[in-house]
């Protein structure tokens, strides 16, 4: 099956945990991106890596570092998590030169 | 940074009715993606234009003005299974997408 897969798909931890997601994708694309959904539906871009290389680096905290062993997999690392970091993280992959962006299902943060 | 709005915020419609949802942005644009979200589910890619160039996909119809940096997407004869979120992205040449608000379609049998 060709798609992009995120694991875990929901986490819940305590205010000042590490955590780190996981995201694979199976389509081929040479570009992986990372999205923050927040608890109004709104999404915003964090982070982009074109074949292990980070290309874009939205304003986020700098407890959150992306990381890309390959082109295939994007991974998130978040070092003492704090409340507003509670949302769902979505991974997207594509194309650089296409735009057009396939999503995972997203993992679900909850901070207590 | 671009700004990216979508109108209306939500939508209550009769099954069968059209819709039209609109998506305007504050600068000129290479591609728009129309994504729709079920409560708690997966962001589905719906329609993607390289250009602004009239896209369809049965009932979906995406149509752009380049020139007033706006863009809808038609839904024609609307299903119960319609309801959800829609949400637009213009492209910029960065490849990154920035996000409307999107608008919530309630569909009523």
């Known amino acids: 099956e060709t798609a992009v897969f995120q694991t875990p798909n929901y986490h819940v931890t305590q205010v000042g945990n590490e955590v780190s997601f996981n995201c694979k994708q199976t389509?081929?694309?040479?570009?992986m991106y990372w999205y923050k959904q927040d608890s109004k539906k709104l999404l915003k871009i964090m982070f982009s890596?074109?074949?292990?290389?980070?290309?874009v680096n939205e304003t986020v905290p700098r407890r959150f570092s992306p990381q890309s062993s390959d082109k295939a997999h994007l991974n998130l690392r978040i070092k003492s998590v704090e409340p507003e970091d509670s949302a769902v993280y979505l991974c997207?992959?594509?194309?650089?030169?296409?735009?057009?962006?396939?999503f995972g299902p997203g993992t679900r943060l909850t901070v207590l | 940074g671009q700004q990216v709005e979508q109108s209306p915020a939500s939508l209550v419609l009769q099954e069968g009715e059209n819709a039209e949802l609109q998506c305007t942005y504050s600068?000129?644009?290479?591609?728009m993606q129309w994504f729709y979200q079920r409560p708690g589910g997966r962001l589905v890619s719906l329609l993607y234009?390289?250009?602004?160039a009239e896209q369809r996909g049965g009932r979906l119809t995406s149509s752009a003005a380049s020139n007033e940096s706006r863009s809808s997407l038609h839904i024609s004869s609307s299903q119960i299974t319609d309801s959800g979120t829609y949400l637009c992205?213009?492209?910029?040449?960065?490849?990154?997408?920035?996000f409307g608000d999107g608008t919530v379609l309630t569909v009523k049998p």
């Open positions: 997207a992959s594509s194309y650089l030169g296409a735009y057009e962006q396939y």
């Open positions: 234009s390289p250009s602004w």
């Open positions: 992205a213009p492209g910029p040449n960065t490849g990154k997408l920035t």
């Open positions: 890596y074109n074949n292990k290389q980070l290309i």
């Open positions: 389509l081929g694309h040479d570009t």
């Open positions: 600068t000129t644009l290479n591609s």
